[in-house]
């Protein structure tokens, strides 16, 4: 279990999961939305380019955050494997996904889904608006992002499940009981 990705609605706690698993797996955990958020605040022109699209909740066209993510997976510490987090989210980022790893001869092992309904992650999101102060996270953005996870990830979901290698974890309960989960899903041991 060392090329993996980790899908889920906004709100369902990827990020969070993504931390704990790649340290338990001791592979990098890669964050597109990280990624941009950092060259955002770095004004870097990704950033600037990335914030017209973020602020909104659209996504980041898909030539921009493909080469993104080919630059990031061509580091010296995926070597090891990887958990991409945010990414691909529409058909033609799993297109391009599977190109560089052909590339490098390598596959995918698992596809995370991570599972929770549209209320809750409302509440959640609203919550991590109060403590983080992200510009995406008001209620209007929120469901606007919410239903674009809908309309376009879900083919990301069935693209993956044709080649049998998603395992769905309900992503509601305490952070370390769904950690607790997904390594039962991968069957790694705690
Ligand atoms: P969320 O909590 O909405 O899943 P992320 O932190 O993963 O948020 O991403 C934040 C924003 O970054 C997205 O709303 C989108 O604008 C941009 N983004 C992240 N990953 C991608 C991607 N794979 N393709 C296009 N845009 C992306």
Do not use: C, W
């Amino acid at each position: 279990m060392s090329r993996l990705l980790i899908i889920g609605p906004p709100g369902a706690g990827k990020g969070t999961q993504a931390v704990k698993i790649s340290e338990r797996l001791e592979i990098v955990a890669i964050s597109t939305g990280d990624i941009f958020r950092a060259n955002v605040k770095g004004g870097t022109p990704l950033g600037v380019e990335a914030k017209k699209y973020i602020d909104a909740g659209n996504f980041v066209p898909d030539s921009v955050t493909n080469n993104m993510v080919e630059d990031r997976l061509a580091q010296e510490d995926v070597a090891n494997g990887f958990l991409l987090d945010g990414y691909p989210r529409t058909s033609a980022q799993v297109d391009a996904l599977d190109a560089m790893l052909k590339a490098q001869n390598v596959e995918l092992d698992a596809v995370l889904q991570l599972t929770a309904d549209d209320d809750e992650l409302v509440a959640r999101l609203l919550k991590r608006a109060e403590i983080e102060g992200r510009a995406d996270d008001t209620e209007e953005v929120i469901r606007h992002r919410l239903s674009l996870y809908n309309e376009e990830t879900r083919i990301v979901v069935e693209r993956y499940e044709e080649r049998g290698i998603v395992r769905k974890v309900d992503g509601l309960g305490a952070i370390d009981e769904v950690t607790e989960r997904v390594l039962a899903a991968l069957n790694v041991s705690a």
